[in-house]
């Protein structure tokens, strides 16, 4: 879609949302971020409307007019969704209908939602489960109203603007605060990570015309064990950091690859042009420590006003 678009991104707060929403404004169209909190990455061009979307009528509002929805909201960690099934079932699949619904009543040309790579897994515990229900929903919607939809299915995220609940934000920020990293496995498991950047530019490329009711895949290019990433920030860092290889309480994650046989295909995007793992790292890394100097300043502020 080349022309200007009225764009509305639920969730565009967050980790990936936020960055979405930026390159959706990169590119000039109007943007709107509909999220429970105010956001912190809010642009003089975007308009915020803080609201819950478990509101039907302020969702509903807030969707007239709209060309594209994103839908971002919800429960996005695995560990939460797997101690939160209810919750998991309110924000994730009901608050996703409430938006889907809104969406079909405003003719709205496209929906797109960030699902996972889970979905072609048996691992993932409620989290998946709250996936599968969306996409299902998606298509039934598109079958009985014509609203269009793309699915985008998310791999291993990392980058700037997440939080504890990312893992490669927690295994950077305990390396930089406690000398160690704790993960529950062997370090052999295999990802695919992804730079959230490069996610965020693919998640608004898709919206041309060939991506319409499609799945595409979001991972990265080159399969890294857990071990060797753990390799890669010791030697960033110049430490002798320590790993604490745990066993795993659930199985919610995968070792080497999260599909088992399910017949839900998907394609996967690849961009020309990508951020190098090394570097992403590196930026992760300049912002976490930023973070930890921030905090460390303000609790010696509060100390010595005491």
Do not use: W
């Given at each position: 879609m080349d022309k200007k678009l009225n764009a509305m991104v639920f969730g565009g707060g967050g980790f990936v949302g936020s960055h979405v929403a930026d390159v959706l404004s990169e590119k000039g169209h109007d943007v709107s971020i509909y999220d429970i909190h105010q956001s912190k990455y809010l642009r003089p061009s975007q308009k915020m409307i803080i609201g819950d979307i478990l509101d039907d009528k302020k969702v509903r509002e807030s969707v007239k007019g709209m060309d594209v929805v994103y839908n971002f909201a919800g429960i996005a960690d695995i560990r939460?969704?797997?101690?939160?099934?209810?919750?998991?079932?309110?924000?994730?699949?009901?608050?996703?209908?409430?938006?889907?619904?809104?969406?079909?009543?405003?003719?709205?040309?496209?929906?797109?939602?960030?699902?996972?790579?889970?979905?072609?897994?048996?691992?993932?515990?409620?989290?998946?489960?709250?996936?599968?229900?969306?996409?299902?929903?998606?298509?039934?919607?598109?079958?009985?109203?014509?609203?269009?939809?793309?699915?985008?299915?998310?791999g291993t995220l990392y980058g700037s603007r997440s939080n504890l609940t990312n893992s490669v934000y927690r295994f950077i920020h305990q390396s930089l605060t406690e000398g160690k990293i704790s993960y529950p496995g062997d370090g052999n498991e295999v990802r695919e990570y992804i730079h959230v950047l490069d996610a965020a530019q693919g998640s608004v490329e898709i919206l041309d015309d060939e991506f319409k009711n499609k799945y595409v895949i979001f991972t990265g290019h080159h399969p890294m064990r857990v071990n060797e990433l753990f390799v890669m920030i010791n030697e960033i860092l110049k430490k002798d950091i320590k790993i604490d290889y745990t066993q795993p309480k659930?199985?919610?994650?995968?070792?080497?690859?999260?599909?088992?046989?399910?017949?839900?295909?998907?394609?996967?995007?690849?961009?020309?042009?990508?951020?190098?793992?090394?570097?992403?790292?590196?930026?992760?890394?300049?912002?976490?420590?930023?973070?930890?100097?921030?905090?460390?300043?303000?609790?010696?502020?509060?100390?010595d006003e005491l």
């Open positions: 939460e969704a797997a101690n939160k099934p209810v919750e998991t079932v309110k924000y994730n699949i009901l608050g996703n209908t409430i938006i889907l619904d809104a969406a079909k009543e405003a003719d709205v040309k496209r929906f797109v939602y960030a699902s996972t790579i889970y979905v072609y897994s048996e691992s993932g515990s409620f989290y998946r489960c709250s996936k599968n229900a969306c996409e299902l929903y998606l298509e039934t919607y598109q079958k009985q109203y014509g609203l269009d939809y793309t699915v985008l299915r998310y659930h199985d919610e994650h995968y070792r080497i690859t999260p599909y088992t046989f399910i017949p839900k295909i998907g394609k996967k995007y690849v961009r020309k042009c990508y951020t190098d793992m090394g570097q992403g790292i590196l930026l992760c890394m300049q912002e976490i420590h930023d973070q930890i100097h921030h905090h460390n300043n303000e609790q010696q502020k509060l100390k």
